[in-house]
């Protein structure tokens, strides 16, 4: 028999190293953009196929292809991307890194804040990076700025002194802006996994969370690659999905916010809709209430972190009406989001539930491989590069 190996990537030559498994048996990322490790794919592709690799007898590549079974469903899951460009092509890259033959996108795709960069001079500009006033020539340093701040989920915006004068003065132009930005990545990312993923099966499922504008859906809607959905269910091969995005009230007062009364009214509209249980998944972007999945720091009135004997206070800021609902109705599977520290996989009776976390703004994409073999979870491997 063969031995596995591991694999090249495109471009090297027959004499170039194979790239190994590392000792949790998983492909190291390899492929580096802007200093930043991305997802480099491995020279396969098919939505239902797994491909394993070995050096034969005069040091070429040989492979071979697994056929899955239809009852079976690999799903790569990410949420809180935050505007984060790198961290959406990771993402969009892991399809074919995995195998995976279903991306899903939790909430939270889009970012929080403009960067003005004002121009004050025929090749000069003036912009803040982490609290500190730099001077950018046009050209490379702009550019290179320009995604730096993209990667951080950050919206740059070259203004005229004029233009940054009015958005000093008016919350209106600044919220205008903002919209305006927040639609135009988020059409960016559509046009790059449209390209990307053609030619393939591979789609990706998203809905919103609660800081993602509503002026998103109608784009989002329009995708010919993105399956958008909020409060309701579809079907996905032999599985069903629930998904409801928002989250519970936060300090924030965010876009899409609801009480626990009114997920409960949710969860009790669609409830007869999921089919059986043990082939219904939950996405749901905010997490089950009292798990790790849902554990973040505590608070102030001042939206400041309390300490408690010298360590940050810990507090619990999932919804109830969530938990009460993966309790009674035991879906198979619970993707989950909102909170960015609460990286972990648990279980809730026989429900799996996982939280990849966030680290958007480090360029680092969190997220999480699921393995479905009919009325089972069959694996669960938490990821990050």
């Known amino acids: 028999m063969p031995v596995l190996v591991g694999w090249r990537t495109p471009g090297d030559t027959d004499s170039a190293p194979l790239q190994v498994l590392n000792d949790s048996r998983r492909p190291r990322f390899v492929a580096k953009t802007n200093g930043a490790s991305e997802l480099a794919p491995r020279p396969h592709s098919g939505r239902m196929s797994v491909c394993l690799y070995a050096r034969g007898r005069r040091g070429g590549l040989m492979f071979w292809r697994k056929s899955v079974p239809k009852d079976e469903l690999t799903v790569f899951f990410a949420t809180d991307l935050h505007g984060s460009t790198i961290c959406f092509k990771k993402f969009v890259n892991a399809a074919q890194f995995y195998g995976a033959g279903t991306l899903v996108l939790g909430g939270d795709m889009t ?27 046009s050209g490379s340093a702009l550019n290179d700025f320009l995604l730096k701040v993209d990667n951080k989920g950050f919206y740059g915006a070259v203004l005229t002194a004029d233009e940054k004068d009015e958005l000093d003065r008016s919350e209106e132009a600044r919220d205008r802006l903002f919209r305006r930005l927040v639609v135009e990545r988020v059409e960016e990312w559509i046009d790059f996994a449209s390209k990307k993923l053609a030619g393939s099966a591979v789609r990706i499922i998203s809905s919103p969370g609660n800081d993602d504008f509503f002026d998103i859906d109608e784009v989002l809607k329009a995708s010919d690659i993105v399956d958008y959905h909020d409060k309701e269910v579809t079907d996905l091969g032999n599985y069903r999905i629930l998904h409801c995005g928002g989250s519970t009230v936060t300090p924030w007062d965010t876009e899409r916010e609801y009480s626990e009364e009114q997920y409960a009214e949710i969860f009790d509209g669609l409830r007869d809709k999921i089919g059986a249980p043990g082939r219904c998944i939950f996405n749901v972007h905010v997490p089950p209430r009292d798990t790790a999945l849902d554990e973040c720091p505590k608070l102030d009135s001042d939206l400041k972190v309390v300490f408690e004997m010298g360590n940050p206070a810990k507090m619990h800021a999932g919804s109830s009406s969530v938990r ?10 619970g993707l989950h989001g909102h909170i960015h520290e609460g990286r972990a996989s648990i279980k809730i009776g026989r429900t799996t539930c996982v939280n990849p976390g966030s680290l958007y703004s480090d360029g680092v994409l969190q997220g999480v491989l699921v393995s479905l073999s009919g009325e089972k979870v069959s694996s669960v491997q938490m990821l990050q590069g």
């Open 111 to 137: 970012g929080k804040a403009i960067v003005p960069i004002t121009k004050v001079g025929a090749d000069s500009y003036v912009a803040t990076d982490s609290g500190t006033r730099i001077t950018l020539e």
């Open 324 to 333: 009460e609902a993966i309790e009674d109705i035991q879906p198979l599977l």
